[in-house]
């Protein structure tokens, strides 16, 4: 980047839909204040001096955008200073359902099998979910035909402490469920 990221800088943040100004600089991080008044922490190498369009024409080319791709660490850093959240809050399973991800050797079985091996793992992890109270599921399980989708939620349906809807589009695309425990107090 030809210029450095400074106290006041403003910024956006690579890959969101997130821009502000730099309110704290600390190790190779920077504590930005969004125009919604948010305060987020992000590694500074994901972040563009707004103004800098060197480092966008750099990232222009298709080859640097494929490059940037794979250098992309898929820990997501930033943190939303938030006192209503806990922990627990932010805790997601995903569970990816395409069967060559849940049995080594799929090759023999048939598309009944395959389903009841999906769906079954489906129900153990909803079932560890709401036993161990983890908030937010995300059952990843492709577009196909939708055979598996409906079985799903033929599923879901059957727990009265859940409820479910598409998963973030932008994140998982089309074939995704997403699955939220409801928090009994009482318990």
Not at 22 to 49: H, M, P, R, W
Not at 74 to 92: A, C, G, L, P, Q
Not at 175 to 183: I, P
């Amino acid at each position: 980047m030809s210029k450095e990221i400074n106290l006041g800088s403003f910024v956006e943040v690579l890959d969101e839909d997130f821009s502000g100004k730099v309110i704290k600089l600390q190790n190779n991080e920077a504590v930005i204040l969004t125009n919604d008044g948010f305060e987020l922490t992000y590694s500074i190498n994901q972040l563009i001096l707004i103004g800098d369009g060197g480092a966008i024409k750099q990232a222009s080319s298709f080859g640097a955008i494929e490059q940037a791709k794979t250098q992309k660490n898929t820990i997501n850093y930033h943190k939303v200073n938030t006192e209503k959240k806990s922990k627990k809050d932010e805790i997601v399973l995903e569970i990816d359902l395409h069967i060559e991800k849940l049995v080594k050797n799929f090759k023999h079985l048939s598309n009944f099998d395959i389903l009841n091996i999906q769906v079954d793992t489906a129900r153990h992890k909803v079932e560890f979910a709401i036993k161990n109270r983890i908030p937010k599921l995300v059952f990843i399980h492709g577009m196909g035909e939708g055979v598996l989708k409906t079985e799903l939620e033929y599923l879901f349906g059957r727990y009265p402490e859940i409820s479910f809807q598409d998963a973030n589009y932008r994140k998982y695309g089309l074939g995704a469920t997403e699955v939220y425990v409801k928090q009994n107090p009482n318990h």
